[in-house]
């Protein structure tokens, strides 16, 4: 409930509608006019801004200086009949508490979407930032454990992890390294002059 202004005239004070007028687009969650069961649409004292739905509860958002503007708009733009009423030249005290909560409403409700949408923009944020750590970061490679090859590169299932993490494989330089290669090739011999042909590599602590 916002709180009755003694003795105020009017609205041109009132900091949430200040606010409105102010913001260059229309305040977020804003509904379209509706009629009334004459088919006419009521614009509240101090409306600057079309209300209009203009399909899929897009509304026009048009700017006026004025409300007489606003009701020529929305009659000659989007044929909309305007209802008469009796507190546009002198609101009575009982209205102007009506249209305070209006304007405070409308900003409330801005607020808490703006806020809402500040705390998606910082999590999805979050999420690209650890999506990319985990791609650079380097693993501890994956080795045969048996056998003959005890010890060695597990090509096969490293290949499968960089899969799983979105990488092209075999990358691009693989490919033209490597004729008709599935894979890619990791090297851990230093002097070896292919041993930075993989881009793969990188994602692998191959010196550890």
Not at 138 to 167: D, E, I, S, T, W
């Amino acid at each position: 409930m916002v709180p009755p202004s003694p003795g105020a005239g009017s609205v041109k004070n009132f900091v949430p509608y200040l606010r409105y007028l102010d913001r260059l687009a229309m305040p977020l969650g804003v509904e379209p006019w509706e009629e009334d069961d004459a088919g006419k649409i009521d614009i509240m004292f101090g409306e600057r801004r079309c209300r209009a739905d203009i399909g899929g509860r897009v509304l026009c958002s048009t700017v006026v200086s004025t409300r007489g503007a606003l009701k020529t708009h929305v009659v000659k733009q989007h044929g909309m009949t305007v209802a008469v009423s009796e507190n546009m030249g002198k609101p009575s005290g009982p209205y102007l508490q009506t249209v305070r909560e209006f304007y405070h409403d409308i900003m409330d409700k801005h607020d808490l979407l703006t806020a809402a949408e500040h705390r998606i923009d910082q999590e999805q944020a979050r999420l690209r930032v650890a999506a990319q750590a985990a791609v650079n970061a380097q693993m501890a490679p994956v080795r045969h454990g048996v056998g003959a090859r005890a010890g060695q590169l597990h090509l096969g299932k490293m290949n499968n992890v960089l899969r799983a993490l979105g990488h092209q494989v075999p990358c691009v330089n693989c490919s033209a390294d490597f004729a008709n290669t599935r894979i890619c090739h990791f090297h851990e011999d230093n002097n070896n002059p292919e041993d930075d042909s993989c881009l793969s590599r990188v994602h692998w602590d191959l010196e550890g």
